[in-house]
């Protein structure tokens, strides 16, 4: 049978993008301290107005490499991350990398018992968040291994003018921390870089583990992901490669979160690995989003598919001057054919003469590895393969290659794929697999479809999983929570369409006997699952069931809810056209 791995599209389809490339062989902070060695006085981000050089962020990174090491965070501690997009987060996630611990990236709006799971997972010594948040991490902080707990502010990083504003309307909401609170503040930890008089770099190699992300991987489960300077690095060179029109010094809105693959992996270390420079987003809206990409004229930016449908409806966008844009790209859940053409119009009314390209990838490979030529599309396509990133279609769960146009799982392989999963190592062996070609697999437990000319066809999830906003949420963890709860008997989660986020999470719940299915019992529920859940996978709606329809093989027929509420869904569209005629 005629071999399905792809490579040469991109020379067939893409002439000035090359098909192999050579990897810088060092660690992410060695490949943005070459590129600002070379761009001293370059802006490398901005926040809320206020512009940080190359040198000047260098120089940060280095300070708070001293302070780490003076706090005593040593060569293979985890340290973990809980940040929005801002500059203390940046040093910090440079700084561990250049001492040789590992950067354990996670949601700052994760529930108290997600953070004390993260803590524990990756055994994380240190943990620096936001003022804002201090009071969930002391709540769980006697359960875990933590030491020390940086506290960062916006603030500090803000101009004069805009920390007065910030005073007076944000930093007014957030709860005082008490001043004997065990923690060490911002400013005082990058004081304590003086204290540092020993050599704190250490030289680890390309293929070291340098970041932990989180993901349900293809099982549901929570697990860390283990990825290497090298993945990060070698993600940051497919880019630009796939993207020749990239010149150092172009602007790209890192609106995607730090502890999301595409997010740290494309918006942060792709730009200031490859001198690019990021408009750095701490919370993002449609409205600062739209207004951000005009105040900058940025030249690429990122979203996931209900960004873009929110900002076709946006009145401040009517008169948007679009012509900066190089690139726009759309991940995270797939973008409909509908969609695309709606925004493609809108870039074109809007002065852009580019289109959306979609692009795919896992976590356990970063992020993306796969992206639409910017000169080509085929309708429904998730595109072509990066460089040296190949892609096969196999009979799922096995290595027996489909030919084209035949639908099976999406396999891929490459040198962003990730080192393994933490502690899982069953889990790994069965994500990770070496064929009889010499190359490691990862079986996404995705199904897609190949054409003749290598372009993938993503056709859907192998397993149960809501995407909502481009978050992933794995139902059978929702589930675990709900069923832990003291009232329920049993529960099933499902993703109900929503026109903004794609998907909103419902949970149908059967009560043990004798509790009654009253407000009071959801509301008990609903402020239980605040507690355990982060919230953009909060459900949405409960609802309350004697019985949950079973399986011929006695499992919850979810499948049958997710067609009774499409159904309610069509009537109610149904009755608003006939109120309409």
Request: proline share 5%.
């Amino acid at each position: 049978m005629e071999t399905v791995q792809v490579k040469t599209p991109w020379i067939e389809h893409l002439g000035d993008v090359p098909e192999h490339l050579e990897y810088f062989d060092g660690t992410m902070y060695e490949a943005v301290e070459k590129i600002a060695e070379q761009y001293p006085n370059q802006v490398a981000f901005d926040f809320m107005g206020r512009p940080t050089t190359y040198k000047r962020m260098i120089d940060e990174i280095n300070k708070c490499a001293k302070a780490l090491r003076t706090i005593g965070v040593r060569d293979g501690d985890r340290v973990t991350i809980a940040m929005p997009n801002c500059p203390q987060a940046i040093f910090m996630f440079y700084a561990i990398n250049l001492i040789g611990a590992v950067a354990n990236m996670i949601h700052p709006l994760s529930a108290e018992k997600e953070i004390e799971f993260y803590l524990n997972a990756s055994k994380s010594v240190t943990a620096i968040t936001l003022d804002q948040f201090y009071h969930k991490f002391e709540k769980i902080r006697a359960n875990t291994g933590i030491v020390n707990i940086i506290i960062a502010s916006v603030k500090d990083e803000l101009s004069r003018p805009v920390r007065a504003g910030y005073m007076l309307t944000e930093g007014r909401k957030i709860k005082k921390i008490p001043a004997d609170a065990p923690v060490i503040r911002w400013n005082q930890f990058m004081m304590l870089s003086k204290s540092c008089f020993y050599n704190y770099k250490v030289k680890k190699k390309a293929d070291d583990v340098a970041v932990i992300l989180y993901s349900g991987g293809t099982t549901g489960t929570t697990k860390g992901i283990l990825l290497t300077n090298k993945n990060f690095n070698a993600l940051g060179q497919q880019v630009v490669a796939a993207n020749p029109m990239f010149r150092p010094g172009d602007k790209m809105l890192a609106a995607m979160p730090l502890f999301h693959g595409f997010g740290l992996g494309v918006c942060i270390h792709t730009m200031l690995s490859q001198g690019g420079r990021c408009i750095l987003v701490p919370r993002f809206t449609a409205k600062s989003y739209a207004k951000l990409i005009t105040k900058y004229k940025c030249n690429f930016i990122a979203g996931v598919p209900t960004l873009y449908e929110a900002l076709l409806r946006l009145p401040s966008m009517e008169k948007a001057d679009l012509s900066s844009l190089k690139g726009v790209f759309s991940g995270g859940d797939s973008l409909s054919i509908e969609l695309k053409k709606k925004f493609d119009k809108f870039l074109a009314d809007h002065n852009a003469a580019i289109q959306v390209r979609e692009g795919y990838g896992t976590t356990e490979t970063v992020t993306a590895c796969c992206l639409t030529p910017r000169d080509r599309y085929k309708e429904g396509s998730i595109g072509l393969p990066f460089p040296d990133t190949y892609i096969k279609i196999v009979k799922p769960d096995t290595d027996q290659e489909l030919p084209y146009g035949e639908e099976g799982e999406i396999l891929l392989a490459g040198p962003t794929v990730m080192q393994g999963y933490m502690d899982h190592p069953d889990e790994t062996a069965k994500t990770l697999r070496t064929h009889a070609d010499g190359l490691t697999w990862v079986y996404t437990g995705d199904l897609g479809v190949m054409d003749d000319e290598g372009f993938i066809y993503f056709r859907g999830r192998a397993k149960r999983m809501i995407v909502s906003s481009g978050y992933n949420i794995y139902p059978a963890q929702l589930e675990n929570i709900l069923d832990a709860h003291e009232k329920v008997q049993m529960s099933c989660v499902i993703g109900v369409p929503d026109p903004y986020r794609m998907h909103v999470v419902k949970a149908f719940i059967m009560l043990k006997p004798g509790v009654p299915a009253s407000d009071e019992t959801k509301q008990e529920i609903m402020d239980y699952c605040r507690q355990h859940i982060a919230k953009y996978a909060m459900p949405k709606d409960i609802e309350f069931r004697k019985e949950l329809p079973k399986t011929l093989v006695g499992k919850v027929a979810y499948r049958q809810l997710e067609e009774e509420e499409l159904a309610k869904l069509k009537e109610k569209e149904a009755e608003t056209e006939t109120e309409k005629a």
